[in-house]
């Protein structure tokens, strides 16, 4: 089932700010981010080198290297390999779309070396003039162009197969080139689990406060864990459980810090009968509204 993200600022209640105006959970932020990176940084260049990835010993490797924890370490891991994932699709995509382009000119260049052919054709015949056919290139001129049909359409061709050239290019390039991935700063993804206690081992929230459990190299100056009153995710369709896996993201934008929660939704419950009492259709229009209404065997049965 897709998962959804429920976003908000981080709240920085005047209790919780210290002498230079920032919350304890604004501070540990600041300073995790940036160990955060250059780990996601480093398991980025691993997953896409040549080498096998495993998982296992490259989590062993983070916790010795920046002194993180296991399932700080799985967040770093998780975050690295949706980005990388993430670029691999782009550039299929990109492959794709200029392959598509390709294709497409050199359909039109087809099209229209067979005009070319077809006008030769015509024109090469003593009594064209008499012809009871048509040419599909007439010798005349564009009040657009200024030219003559047959100038134009070879002005486009010879275009046409620059582009070509150039798509063609890019498309051998792009397919050798290396995969960059771009990793911002100021932010930190914990993901979460559905054994953990309120679906996340690192980061758990209890419908106000969300809790976040330090890793070792930062313990001498923000302790064990750091908290805030982040409140809650209501919605009018409110579709955050309670229990569940639930994955935060912290990232700070517009100079503010941001939390995010995916998660995997409560289903929305069924607002209408079975299709077996049947169906109504409605037609809504600027000046009327028309209806009308079916049995289960889709037989009319009334309609305005």
């Given amino acids: 089932m897709p998962s959804l993200t429920y976003i908000k600022g981080l709240p920085t209640p005047e209790s919780e700010l210290n002498a230079l105006g920032f919350s304890q959970m604004e501070m540990f932020l600041t300073a995790f981010a940036p160990i955060f990176r250059l780990a996601a940084i480093e398991t980025v260049a691993q997953l896409l080198s040549s080498t096998e990835f495993n998982k296992s010993k490259w989590n062993s490797h983070l916790q010795t290297t920046y002194l993180i924890n296991k399932r700080h370490a799985n967040g770093v891991i998780a975050y ?138 930062l313990e001498a100056s923000f302790g064990k864990s750091v908290s805030a009153e982040i409140g809650n995710f209501d919605r009018n369709i409110n579709r955050l459980p309670l229990c569940g896996a639930k994955t935060w993201h912290l990232f700070k934008k517009e100079h503010s810090w941001k939390v995010a929660v995916s998660f995997t939704p409560i289903p929305v419950k069924s607002q209408s009968l079975d299709r077996a009492y049947g169906c109504i259709g409605i037609d809504m229009n600027p000046g009327s509204i028309g209806w009308a209404y079916v049995d289960a065997d889709g037989n009319l049965k009334a309609k305005n």
């Fill in 80 to 217: 690295a390999k949706g980005k990388v994932d993430s670029a691999k699709e782009r550039r299929s995509l990109h492959i794709k779309t200029l392959t598509g382009k390709a294709k497409s000119i050199e359909i039109w260049l087809g099209k229209a070396d067979q005009k070319l052919k077809a006008a030769n054709k015509f024109y090469s015949k003593k009594n064209w003039r008499n012809s009871k056919t048509r040419c599909g290139l007439p010798l005349s001129c564009s009040l657009k162009y200024k030219k003559t049909n047959w100038q134009n359409l070879h002005f486009q061709i010879h275009h046409k197969k620059r582009k070509l050239f150039l798509v063609q290019n890019k498309l051998a390039n792009l397919k050798v080139a290396l995969i960059k991935v771009f990793i911002p700063r100021d932010q930190v993804f914990l993901v979460g689990s559905k054994d953990e206690t309120l679906g996340n081992g690192i980061a758990q929230w209890n419908g106000s406060t969300l809790k976040i459990r330090v890793p070792a190299c």
